[in-house]
């Protein structure tokens, strides 16, 4: 008895001690987070271009606690420090998804994996909010004791998405005060995203920054968000690598009223030529600074002529409008594609020759026939021109599968296909396909709303597509269960190139010897068998579920797995074999949301993986599943995962949906 208690004693000072220590080490944690965050919040008073970045390149201060600075520090200083910070061999990788967190909120998912893809996300995502004064509650400390300005011509350096909305007070700054930012913004944005109707004729703001972006700046990639009235689309496109001329369109751009000359300014009108290269003749007049209100109030009357409107705004300081270029769309993506903007489009591709990617939605409706098949003939004069650039193709929403053969027959020499298609209930019977040759194509995305169709259409393209790497399919629904092994048979045997093979909402409950063929001879490096009820016929899931890890550990091209929502549940502990060979699968992506994986089988799941010790560089996506089921069993199982991979999870509520409950019949 006396030593029973004596041990007692012993364990009850040991677990005081353990207290006492773990209290200390939480206390020197807070402590710590408390001085990164003064010094991020007071960096200002380290005159950050002498002190810190010295302290960053030559000092010993250790490199932990400068890595545990980088996620506090706010846009504008992470920007200035990133090279000091770089040559100490240090990533400043987390400060920018700091950054892009405090912008999305705390439930966004990373999609950017590298050092410049976080910047890049993070420059263009905070310039856009700070240039049109948006309020957002996370922005006060990225811009709290710096100057605004300062703030944004440093990051303009790196913008690379600009968006012209019609939000004139702030548009119009950048011919005023704001224009050495507009001067930056024209060296370094590539892609103009037009995400509001252009308030024409009222202003001319948004034309003339359009005009300097996409004409004297490095603007390739035009993304235009609204159905547009015919003129305003042709002046968008007009000269930007089509030689198309619309007389109508030069009569619009030349429109001026008898009031123009009221107020003492020359307006040169151009005659129409199918070059825009021609060079005007200079006229005298008054810049902004110079002009009355009443004389700015009646700019409304002027031309739209780019060149008129580079005289008129662009400010003394600024370059000489003399000989105003020309630019060239290589990049043209229609957000909402009505049948005006189609109609211009159709006009000016035969000639579009520098035209390298072409992509047109529709967001309430679906592409009626006849305007693709004007699209198709308009695509083929394009395509018989050998020095055509376009290779990629992406359009939706189409009415049949038998466009899509069409569109590919028109342009042979497309790399790259993504189609949307809706099909009409007299369009799911089957049919004979078009005759095809061999095609270009290396990327196939083919998404199907919910409806039968037939197989001739899609075979027939992969058949003829050798070269292809890239096949996405989803939505399918085939008439029989054997047209999906059909489809499996044909990838194998037509399609030997592929690394990518994305397969979504299609019935493969009978296709798991199917499956297993196929990854027999490949090179796959992404596999995504998602929503594609793999095991719902299989007598035991658990052995089925083995030959398929079987099969990927002999694929040692493997590196991106997605079997989401399979209903994988209380089987997926048998995924960790796939790290029991030696050497182990390389996978570096395994998704398995979505499976109603409950606490007590992501536990077993964990105890495997720790057995198995996968690559530290694997990411684990475990959203979707039922964690609120037991909390803390879910979060034991979590701590013993984070040290042996990366892991994704969320906030979603099983109790809230329907779902879980459905899968688990």
Known sequence: ???????????????????????????????????????????????????????????????????????????????KLQPAINQKGISTYSGWVAIIRDMKGRDWVIDVYTEEESKQEAMDLFFSVMFYGQRHERLARHISGVNI?????????????????????????????????????????????????????????ELYVLHRLLDHGGGKKLIVYEQYPMMMMAWLLHARGSQYVDAKLMKFMHKTKTSANSIGL?????????SEQDQATPCKHPKLD????QEKSGMSNYSVDPR???????????????????????????????????????LYLPTWLCLRSLTLKTLFAIFRIPDVVDLARSLKQLSDNSSSSLIDLSIGVLPNMKLMETLLNASPNLRSLTVE?????????ESESLGMTELSLEKLSV???????????????????????????????????????????????????????????????????DILNLLKDCNLEELWLKDCRLFERCNNKEESLQELVEALRRLPSLLSLSLAQNRLAKS??????????????????????????QAAELLEFTRCMEAHRPPRSLTVDLRQNPWDRNVKMWNVALERLYPVCNILVDGWKSRDTMADHLSNM
């Open 266 to 274: 020359q307006v040169t009108t151009f005659k129409a030529s199918n």
């Open 149 to 205: 300005k300062s703030v944004l011509l440093l990051m303009a350096q790196h913008v690379k998405h600009f968006s012209v909305s019609c939000a004139p007070n702030y548009l119009q700054s950048l011919t005023t005060e704001q224009w050495p930012l507009l001067s930056i913004l024209e060296k370094s944005v590539e892609t103009v995203n037009v995400i509001q109707h252009l308030c024409v004729p009222e202003r001319r703001y």
């Open 421 to 429: 298609i809706h099909p009409m209930p007299q369009d799911v019977r």
């Open 308 to 346: 008129v409107l580079c005289r008129i705004f662009t400010p003394s300081a600024g370059p000489s409008a003399v000989a105003c270029p020309r630019g060239q769309i290589q990049s043209l993506h229609i957000k909402d594609c009505g049948p005006d903007s189609l109609g211009v489009l159709i």
């Open 290 to 293: 110079s002009l009355t209100e």
């Open 572 to 597: 997926v502990a048998v995924l960790a074999e796939l790290f029991s060979t030696s050497p182990p699968s390389t996978l570096t992506q395994l998704d398995i949301s979505g499976n109603f994986i």
């Open 447 to 513: 998404k199907v709303e919910q409806l039968q169709i037939d197989l001739h259409s899609v075979s027939s393209v992969l058949s003829c597509s050798p070269h292809l790497t890239s096949l996405h399919l989803a939505g399918m629904r085939l008439h029989t269960g054997s047209s999906h092994s059909r489809l499996l048979s044909i990838v194998s045997e037509s399609n030997r190139c592929l690394r990518m093979l994305h397969l979504e909402d299609l019935n493969l409950s009978h296709c798991l010897p």
């Open 1 to 79: 008895m006396i030593h029973e208690a004596y041990a007692k004693d012993v364990l009850r000072m040991a677990a005081n001690e353990g207290y006492r220590r773990r209290a200390v080490k939480a206390s020197m944690c807070c402590l710590r987070e408390l001085c990164l965050h003064a010094t991020a919040q007071h960096m200002a008073a380290l005159h950050t271009n002498a002190v810190l970045d010295t302290i960053c390149r030559t000092s010993d201060l250790p490199k932990p606690l400068i890595r545990d600075l980088v996620p506090h520090l706010n846009i504008y200083h992470l920007a």
